[in-house]
């Protein structure tokens, strides 16, 4: 319960930096074109859940969260390769990663 | 438990066999690892392994991981014409929808939150892949780039919502959460921003509107057996994993979220059925019956006490595997529906499949999808009467959807040629035909 009196006063804080970057993120994710930059936008909004699970986590004094960030930085990890590998290969089709480029896919 | 590790074990099989270029092999082993699967599922479902109680995970109700991979069977069979000719990737493929399916079980019945976001990201990351398995081809490109990026973006928006939830209560086990709530957190905005951002994940992940756009470009650039999966599996486990998160977070407190599960339910049924009239495309029309269809499946949501969603969900399934088996019999190569005209003279059993099938969906009486469709009302009219009304409006749309393909696969056409079916797309038709009549006897 230490660590939770520690950070009491400053919840309000993290919180903030952590909705900004998820802001920042979901924006980003909605109106960039450039895939490569949506990727890190999407990694954006999973790193802003991260800081404020850790926030709630030492908040509440307990560890759950922290394990849970772990397991958020494996899926991202997984995310990212496997999100690249499908740039990779869409950019050999369409030799262009422009998100708009990909509208061929209609009625 | 068992089922994860037996799927998990013949898909790293599968993969060694895919290797070395033996396709046949590939599907017998991961045919035995799904029978293996539900025959665990059924025998060792009570089972607590010495892991339940730190792992949270106990399975509760076998019939659905039985059911996921009864489902994941047929589809596996039903695709593996393509598969067969090709045998570069038959391996991958399988080892893929098999990895993606231990996912789906640890989705489907979450008692822990944290548990039930890594379920999602093992059931979707594969799928990402599945999409854009045909390397080659720019359309299937296009679907893998679309899915990949909306469905990560809606994961991070669940991630999201998980956040806020542990935020307001401390916890992530779902009885704690629930009790926490009931104390009167539930008033706070933390919590219900947060549960807004659950909500937007999970109807994302079934395709209900307003978050369906990726659903007909993604289903369109997929090869039919990935859409065989895809539009039944994902769909299964996404609505028992919303019933069992929903269902006992606000176990005491749904009544809050009923008018807005209402409107994504009329908003679904109604755009999915409308916008398919005029598809010409048959994986777009399947895409839009499914968006429609996952309308109706949130109708589990008004009475989570008793929700009786199991008859419905397995329906949708049985009839939508032979219509995507019969889309891979007319032409593997196109999906317009031209290649459907007067394609029940074809082959008696594709006629007669696809007849129930068409007719299950719709919801004609003596068929599963009636009986479905009428248990999950029943239970729905007390709580929420005016929207089902308008889902009865909706389905009479619908049903003229499903009579129009009927229409155009009965035209008699001048030159009759016959074709043969292989041997896997028999047993998928037969089994699900039967399926989808005997369902009057299961209940």
């Known amino acids: 319960m230490q660590a939770a009196s520690s950070i009491g006063t400053s919840l309000d804080f993290y919180l903030f930096v952590s909705f900004a970057l998820?802001?920042?993120?979901?924006?980003?994710?909605?109106t960039r074109k450039n895939m490569i930059v949506l990727l890190m936008c999407i990694e954006l909004m999973l790193n802003a859940v991260n800081l404020m699970l850790v926030t709630f986590s030492t908040y509440y004094g307990n560890g759950d969260a922290q394990i849970f960030v772990f397991f958020t930085m494996v899926v991202a990890a997984a995310e990212a390769t496997v999100g690249l590998s499908i740039i990779i290969?869409?950019?050999?089709?369409?030799?262009?990663?422009?998100?708009?480029?990909?509208?061929?896919?209609?009625? | 438990m068992d089922s994860i590790v037996i799927l998990f074990i013949s898909g790293l099989l599968g993969l060694f066999v895919g290797m070395r270029r033996q396709?046949?092999?590939?599907?017998?082993?991961?045919?035995?690892?799904?029978?293996?699967?539900?025959?665990?599922?059924?025998?060792?479902?009570?089972?607590?392994?010495?892991?339940?109680?730190?792992?949270?995970?106990?399975?509760?109700?076998?019939?659905?991981?039985?059911?996921?991979?009864?489902?994941?069977?047929?589809?596996?069979?039903?695709?593996?014409?393509?598969?067969?000719?090709?045998?570069?990737?038959?391996?991958?493929?399988?080892?893929?929808?098999?990895?993606?399916?231990c996912g789906a079980i640890m989705m489907a019945q979450p008692n822990d939150l944290m548990l039930f976001f890594i379920g999602l990201e093992i059931l979707s990351i594969p799928i990402y892949v599945l999409v854009g398995i045909e390397k080659g081809s720019a359309l299937s490109a296009e679907a893998a780039v679309k899915y990949f990026f909306t469905g990560s973006f809606a994961s991070a928006i669940l991630l999201f919502g998980i956040a806020l939830l542990y935020g307001a209560t401390g916890s992530f086990q779902l009885v704690e959460i629930?009790?926490?709530?009931?104390?009167?957190?539930?008033?706070?905005?933390?919590?219900?921003?947060?549960?807004?951002?659950?909500?937007?994940?999970?109807?994302?992940?079934?395709?209900?509107?307003?978050?369906?756009f990726w659903g007909p470009d993604v289903y369109?650039?997929?090869?039919?057996?990935?859409?065989?999966?895809?539009?039944?599996?994902?769909?299964?486990?996404?609505?028992?994993?919303?019933?069992?998160?929903?269902?006992?977070?606000?176990?005491?407190?749904?009544?809050?979220?009923?008018?807005?599960?209402?409107?994504?339910?009329?908003?679904?049924?109604?755009?999915?059925y409308i916008t398919a009239w005029k598809q010409t495309s048959f994986k777009r029309l399947i895409a839009y019956s499914s968006i429609a269809n996952a309308g109706l499946m949130l109708f589990a949501l008004a009475d989570i006490h008793n929700s009786n969603i199991f008859l419905f969900v397995a329906a949708y399934a049985f009839a939508t595997i032979p219509l995507?088996?019969?889309?891979?019999?007319?032409?593997?190569?196109?999906?317009?529906?031209?290649?459907?005209?007067?394609?029940?003279?074809?082959?008696?059993?594709?006629?007669?499949?696809?007849?129930?099938?068409?007719?299950?969906?719709?919801?004609?009486?003596?068929?599963?999808?009636?009986?479905?469709?009428?248990?999950?009302?029943?239970?729905?009219?007390?709580?929420?009467?005016?929207?089902?009304?308008?889902?009865?409006?909706?389905?009479?749309?619908?049903?003229?959807?499903?009579?129009?393909?009927?229409?155009?696969?009965?035209?008699?056409?001048?030159?009759?040629?016959?074709?043969?079916?292989?041997?896997?797309?028999?047993?998928?038709?037969?089994?699900?035909?039967?399926?989808?009549?005997?369902?009057?006897?299961?209940?």
Not at chain 2, 200 to 210: E, L, S, W, Y
Not at chain 2, 392 to 414: D, H, N, Q, T
Request: proline share 3%.
């Open chain 2, 324 to 443: 995507v088996t019969i889309n891979e019999f007319a032409d593997q190569n196109s999906d317009d529906l031209s290649n459907w005209e007067g394609i029940a003279w074809k082959n008696p059993l594709v006629g007669a499949a696809l007849v129930l099938a068409l007719f299950s969906l719709a919801g004609i009486p003596p068929l599963a999808g009636f009986f479905g469709k009428f248990s999950l009302l029943w239970s729905a009219v007390p709580h929420i009467p005016y929207t089902a009304v308008l889902a009865l409006i909706a389905s009479v749309i619908g049903a003229f959807v499903y009579l129009r393909l009927l229409m155009l696969a009965l035209k008699k056409p001048e030159v009759q040629v016959k074709k043969a079916l292989s041997a896997e797309q028999t047993i998928v038709l037969l089994l699900t035909t039967i399926s989808s009549i005997t369902a009057l006897y299961l209940i």
């Open chain 1, 22 to 30: 998820f802001t920042i993120g979901a924006i980003g994710a909605m």
């Open chain 2, 23 to 101: 396709p046949l092999s590939a599907l017998v082993i991961s045919s035995l690892g799904l029978t293996g699967a539900a025959l665990a599922a059924y025998f060792r479902g009570q089972y607590t392994s010495p892991l339940a109680a730190y792992t949270a995970y106990i399975p509760t109700q076998s019939a659905v991981v039985i059911l996921l991979c009864i489902v994941t069977l047929l589809a596996i069979w039903g695709g593996y014409q393509r598969y067969r000719q090709e045998n570069e990737h038959t391996g991958d493929y399988l080892s893929l929808v098999l990895f993606s399916l």
């Open chain 2, 220 to 272: 369109q650039g997929a090869s039919n057996a990935v859409l065989m999966y895809m539009s039944t599996v994902v769909k299964i486990t996404g609505i028992y994993a919303i019933v069992n998160v929903f269902g006992q977070i606000f176990r005491d407190s749904y009544f809050y979220w009923i008018d807005l599960i209402s409107l994504l339910i009329v908003l679904s049924m109604f755009y999915g």
């Open chain 1, 89 to 107: 290969m869409a950019y050999r089709n369409l030799k262009s990663i422009d998100i708009d480029m990909y509208n061929q896919l209609k009625n």
């Open chain 2, 178 to 212: 629930q009790s926490n709530l009931a104390i009167g957190i539930w008033q706070s905005p933390m919590a219900m921003i947060g549960s807004l951002f659950l909500l937007a994940g999970f109807a994302f992940k079934i395709g209900a509107v307003p978050f369906h």
